[in-house]
């Protein structure tokens, strides 16, 4: 949903265009100014006037121009033309200078003084030009009448009337909205909070993973109480030029005081508010002199104004302490990924701006989509409803919602793709090593589908595995056995053709990350015991391994070789357990292969009817080959 803007697109718009045209025109004329200069003046020979009478007598000047107060022309000596001035002795009409000039045939002209309108203009329309050119580039830059604009807040202002969204639109994270009903009703109705003495929070910080709707629910609370609505990044505080971001954080709260109450929204905290420190003795950071402006704010209002100050971050463990403590954002919301009630409330919220089949059941759809966030459930119900479009139905049914979820989680199909028929042999025992193993290993997600079709940048085929209800943790045995599900595919490879492929790259970047997490941060390694050999990570963003690959480690090296050992170990275990698997069932795997090859896409209850199974034991994510 889109929000209007004060000021929109007007006339201001046009400013870019005017902006070129100023530039081309001070360009030419101060092309022209120099082109003047260097022709009119460059290498001309100062004579004086009696050498000039001299020249004319002796037949060497080639032609002359003659005005009130010089004389400017050619002469020719040697056979070389150069030009030549000389101050002008006598007066406009001087007589006896033209008999002088016609007697030797010198050829004249009789041109004003250089101090003419044209001439005026020539020296000053650049200046000019150049002047309004700056002008104008000031306004674009500090997006106001003046250079000091340049340091007024960016932040857009919503009025009462222009934000449209409520607690209507938020599904999914009822324990946050619930949190903040407390915060709608302190807008409403001061009075009834301030007889007792209390005072609502200044800040509150909405943390969770990308695309749960934090931005969205700080809408929300605007809406439902009906105060002004002030948004803003927090990289657009900070500039290039010293001093600029404190600025903006002075005048963004002078904005709000006068506007209270209302809602100050910064977007991003952690690009403004990351933890100081790490500057050398005598340097200077633009963004802590903003962050300290910030904290110097929030200690100067008071909360009985009627000003909210709400923040959002996926980064929660980067920012300042003095931005956490109360007294400023000293209440945490978390808005996490929904459960599958959550995701059933979001796809209706945004189920009811399309068509869909009867037959289609929400609930359903929910259930195959666990680790989903709203950002990802509105994704998918435009990409069915564009599936359906393409399609030329007038509904979405429930074969677009699932292409849509394959689409999200394994990328496009891409059918026209060419593969020799020994890719696609082996492909097809890569994805039947996946299937069966999962079929057959106990403690794994259900298989959904297998397919060869190549998808995404590099997924010659998946094994899509949907789980039954929401997990929120894995014990060791469900990680063991999600180790042998993803070796499989390499196991096959080895069983039925004799050598393994490249295809198996991701399958074994996956099974290394489970098992180190297992050996570093889980401790379930007997090896090394339970102790907690992780580098500290984000709650809500993956962690970073390239840092753990380069060598950034919170152990000896002694203790690193323990570590890749037993990572090795655990993959051998898992890679020695499913070959023993599949060598049992080496019937049920090359049937499931074969039809593969034929079919290139197998459902769930086919693939059971192959490998002779009537009920599957019971991964959100696809097992890309």
């Known amino acids: 949903m889109s929000f209007p803007q ?72 040697d056979g070389i033309t150069f030009p030549f001035r000389t101050a002008r002795r006598g007066v406009e009409n001087d007589t006896e200078l033209y008999s002088l000039l016609r007697k030797h045939g010198v050829p004249f002209t009789g041109t004003r003084d250089g ?6 203009l020539l020296y000053l329309l650049p200046t000019v030009l150049l002047i309004g050119l700056f002008v104008l580039m000031m306004r674009r830059v500090g997006g106001g009448g003046s250079a000091m604009a340049f340091a007024r807040s960016r932040a857009r202002m919503y009025e009462q009337q222009e934000v449209k969204v409520t607690f209507d639109d938020v599904a999914g994270i009822d324990e946050a909205v619930d949190e903040l009903r407390e915060i709608v009703e302190f807008l409403k109705n001061p009075e009834r909070f301030q007889a007792l003495g209390g005072r609502m929070p200044k800040g509150l ?42 600025a903006r954080v002075r005048d963004l709260f002078k904005q709000a005081q006068q506007h209270a109450p209302c809602i100050v929204f910064i977007d991003e905290l952690d690009a403004l508010g990351k933890t100081r420190g790490g500057i050398p003795i005598g340097g200077h950071d633009e963004r802590e002199q903003t ?11 008071d909360s009985s104004d009627g000003i909210i100050v709400m923040a959002a971050t996926n980064r929660p463990e980067t920012l300042d302490p003095a931005l956490l403590r109360p007294g400023r954002f000293d209440r945490h919301v978390v808005v996490d990924r929904p459960d599958i009630n959550g995701r059933e409330a979001i796809l209706r919220v945004h189920a009811r701006h399309v068509k869909m089949a009867p037959d289609v059941s929400l609930r359903e759809i929910a259930a195959m989509t666990p680790g989903f966030v709203g950002a990802d459930l509105a994704n998918l119900i435009n990409e069915a409803a564009l599936l359906a479009a393409r399609s030329g139905r007038s509904e979405i049914t429930r074969a677009e919602l699932e292409e849509g979820i394959e689409r999200v989680i394994a990328g496009l199909e891409k059918k026209r793709r060419v593969l020799t028929p ?49 997990r929120y943790l894995a014990t060791k045995s469900q990680l063991l056995a999600e180790l042998r599900v993803l070796l499989a595919g390499m196991v096959a490879e080895e069983l039925l053709l004799g050598e393994a492929s490249s295809g198996a790259q991701n399958d074994l ?68 357990s499913v070959r023993e698997l599949l060598e049992q069932r080496r019937a049920a795997l090359e049937r499931v292969a074969d039809a593969l090859y034929e079919l290139e896409v197998i459902e769930a209850d086919q693939l059971r009817t192959l490998a002779g199974l009537e009920q599957a034991p019971g991964h959100q994510r696809p097992l890309a080959g």
Do not use: C
């Open 422 to 470: 020994e890719e696609k042999r082996r492909i097809a025992v890569h994805e039947a090593g996946h299937a069966v193993a999962a079929l057959f290993t106990k403690g794994v997600d259900p298989v959904h589908k297998v397919s060869i079709i190549p998808r995404g940048v590099a997924a010659l085929g998946y094994t899509l595995q949907l789980p039954e209800h929401d």
């Open 6 to 77: 004060k000021g929109g697109k007007g006339p201001a718009a046009k400013g870019p265009r005017w902006g070129w045209f100023l530039l081309a025109l001070a360009g030419a004329a101060l092309g022209a100014l120099l082109f003047h200069a260097f022709t009119g003046q460059h290498r001309v020979h100062e004579l004086e006037y009696w050498e000039f009478l001299q020249y004319v007598q002796d037949g060497s000047v080639v032609y002359a121009r003659l005005s009130p107060s010089e004389i400017r022309g050619r002469i020719a000596l």
């Open 205 to 246: 910080l909405l943390v969770g993973p990308p695309g749960t709707g934090k931005t969205l629910l700080a809408k929300a609370v605007a809406g439902e109480a009906g105060v002004p609505f002030f948004s803003m990044s927090g990289s657009e505080f900070v500039e290039m030029f010293v001093g600029v971001g404190a």
């Open 291 to 301: 962050l300290n402006q910030l904290l110097v704010e929030m200690d100067g209002f």
């Open 115 to 120: 101090s003419g309108l044209p001439t005026l």
């Open 509 to 576: 970047e996956r099974a290394t990350r489970i098992a180190r997490h297992m050996v570093t941060s889980f401790g379930m390694s007997e090896r090394l015991g339970r102790v907690s050999y992780g580098k500290p990570s984000g709650r809500f963003l993956p962690a970073n391994h390239e840092e753990e690959e380069a060598g950034v480690r919170l152990y000896s090296e002694a203790t690193a070789r323990e570590v890749d050992e037993e990572i090795k170990r655990l993959i051998e275990d898992a890679a020695r």
